[in-house]
Structure formats: structure tokens, C-alpha cells
Nanobody
Framework: VRLVESGGGLVQPGGSLRLSCAAS????????MKWSRQAPGKEREWVAT????????LYGDSVKGRFIISRSNNNNTVYLQMNSLKPEDTAVYYC?????WGKGTLVTVSS
């Protein structure tokens, strides 16, 4: 299983970023995918989950209404569109499948 996140960076409060996670080594189109994050000095927090067909989506309370998870089963990629970003969204964001997680991509929200 290989999960490679990309798209992180520095963004101003109120801005947007789109994270991507390229997956390989397993049957992506049959696998539930998820995003989590870990802010400095804090425990890892679940962000969002999307079912294999994309028809069931769940969000953590802290991102509901601002973040959108989606997937492309043709491209074996899962996305996280992050809007209205706040400084408290600063964290390393991880993509997950089954018990596996990627190495993460850093998102910093700061003016």
C-alpha cells in the first residue's frame, strides 16, 4: 500500500487549498478512504471519510461546511478541498486507507 499526499503549503486565513492523495498497491475503487490531521502538540484528529463509491461522506465537526472530500476511482486519487481556512487548521494532513497512512503534507494557515 502506498499513499502519497500533496498540495500542502502556506495560505492566508480565509483562503483555500486542495490536497491530493495518490494511492496504489490495493483495490482503491473498493476501499473507504479518509483524511486525518495532526496539529503541533495535539493528538491526531479525524477530518473526513468517503465510501468506496463516494456516496457516503462524513466530516468532523471542526471542518463541516468548509472542507469537501472527493475521489476519482479512475485516477486512484482522493482529494480534500479546504475552504475558509483558519489558523487552527494548521496541521500535517494524512490520507488513510484501511490501517495504512501516508507520510502527510503540511498545511500552514497564517497571515
Amino acid at each position: 500500500v502506498r499513499l502519497v499526499e500533496s498540495g500542502g503549503g502556506l495560505v492566508q486565513p480565509g483562503g483555500s487549498l486542495r490536497l491530493s492523495c495518490a494511492a496504489s498497491g490495493f483495490s482503491f475503487k473498493y476501499t473507504l478512504m479518509k483524511w486525518s490531521r495532526q496539529a503541533p502538540g495535539k493528538e491526531r484528529e479525524w477530518v473526513a471519510t468517503i465510501s468506496s463509491a463516494g456516496d457516503t461522506i462524513l466530516y468532523g465537526d471542526s471542518v463541516k461546511g468548509r472542507f469537501i472530500i472527493s475521489r476519482s476511482n479512475n485516477n486512484n486519487t482522493v482529494y480534500l478541498q479546504m475552504n475558509s481556512l483558519k489558523p487552527e487548521d494548521t496541521a500535517v494532513y494524512y490520507c488513510g486507507a484501511m490501517e495504512h497512512w501516508g507520510k502527510g503534507t503540511l498545511v500552514t494557515v497564517s497571515s
